[in-house]
């Protein structure tokens, strides 16, 4: 295999274990066959916003140009902070977009990737975002019918347990045993009570698994623009990394880079 193009986060299918693509151009390419094989990434010194096209010297919000950055309606604060949503008070293609991403349900669940989290996701993305966490089980708690109600949900159980993971204990695999149904029942306490008509209290606890066959001992990630070219035997694929023998590299961080990857055996 050898295929270049713009990179994108990698896409991927629902199974036993989670089937990855590679996403060059746009356009998919089965990742986990390379698994075992020696690979090479290059970066070809290039690259190229994901929104607009135009050429630049660094990315802004995993992929933009400044401009796309600065001004696009889903790089708002809102994109990490969703209780500060106003896009319904914005202009036209602010409110374009409240309808067409704000205004629909969203769901709050609670994750299992370094440990037990809290997030927001529209409900299209279910189980994608947890995939994209390299989380190993999933649970809704909560659908609201806007994004800006789901935020404030997390909001409140997040001032009792984390909204981040703790990427390298996410790699290793590093979790302790852990009840999502009992999580449920234990946030359940810290919901606010205008918005407790939208806890879920029957939704089923779902597992996922990766194709990792080995992670190194010590994570150490890969810089493209340090070094431009990583060459090492791949040995599993979790969240958006690509994990080697000797490195990892997040692939997510370099949307927009135009880069080369090969199988060299």
């Given at each position: 295999?050898?295929?270049?193009?713009?990179?994108?986060?990698?896409?991927?299918?629902?199974?036993?274990?989670v089937e990855y693509f590679l996403s060059l151009d746009e356009q998919p390419v089965p990742v986990n066959p390379?698994?075992?094989?020696?690979?090479?990434?290059?970066?070809?010194?290039?690259?190229?916003?994901?929104?607009?096209?135009?050429?630049?010297?660094?990315t802004y919000d995993q992929?933009?140009?400044?401009?796309?950055?600065?001004?696009?309606?889903?790089?708002?604060?809102?994109a990490v902070r969703p209780e500060k949503c106003e896009h319904e008070f914005g202009n036209e293609q602010d409110r374009e977009f409240f309808?067409?991403?704000?205004?629909?349900?969203?769901?709050?669940?609670?994750?299992?990737?370094?440990?037990?989290?809290?997030?927001?996701?529209?409900?299209?993305?279910?189980?994608?975002?947890?995939?994209?966490?390299?989380?190993?089980?999933?649970?809704?708690?909560?659908?609201?019918?806007?994004?800006?109600?789901?935020?404030?949900?997390?909001?409140?159980?997040?001032?009792?347990?984390?909204?981040?993971?703790?990427?390298?204990?996410?790699?290793?695999?590093?979790?302790?045993?852990?009840?999502?149904?009992?999580?449920?029942e234990q946030v359940q306490a810290w919901f606010p009570a205008d918005l407790m008509r939208y806890f879920l209290k029957d939704e089923a606890v779902r597992e996922l698994h990766y194709p990792v066959e080995a992670v190194p001992f010590k994570?150490?990630?890969?810089n493209l623009d340090k070094e431009p070219q990583l060459r090492d035997r791949l040995t599993g694929i979790k969240g958006q990394y690509l994990i080697f023998e000797q490195r990892v590299i997040n692939l997510r961080k370099y949307a927009g880079y135009h880069v080369e990857f090969e199988t060299l055996d």
């Open positions: 295999m050898k295929v270049s193009g713009q990179l994108r986060k990698m896409t991927h299918e629902e199974a036993d274990p390379a698994i075992g094989r020696e690979m090479s990434l290059k970066f070809l010194n290039k690259i190229t916003c994901i929104e607009c096209g135009r050429s630049i010297k660094k992929g933009y140009c400044f401009p796309c950055a600065r001004d696009l309606p889903g790089n708002a604060m809102c309808k067409k991403y704000c205004k629909v349900d969203h769901l709050v669940y609670l994750s299992l990737t370094s440990g037990v989290k809290v997030g927001v996701t529209r409900h299209l993305n279910i189980p994608s975002r947890w995939i994209d966490q390299g989380a190993v089980q999933g649970l809704v708690i909560a659908r609201t019918p806007e994004r800006k109600l789901s935020g404030l949900i997390e909001v409140a159980l997040a001032a009792h347990m984390a909204d981040k993971t703790n990427w390298r204990k996410m790699l290793k695999g590093e979790t302790d045993p852990v009840n999502l149904r009992e999580g449920r994570i150490v990630s890969h």
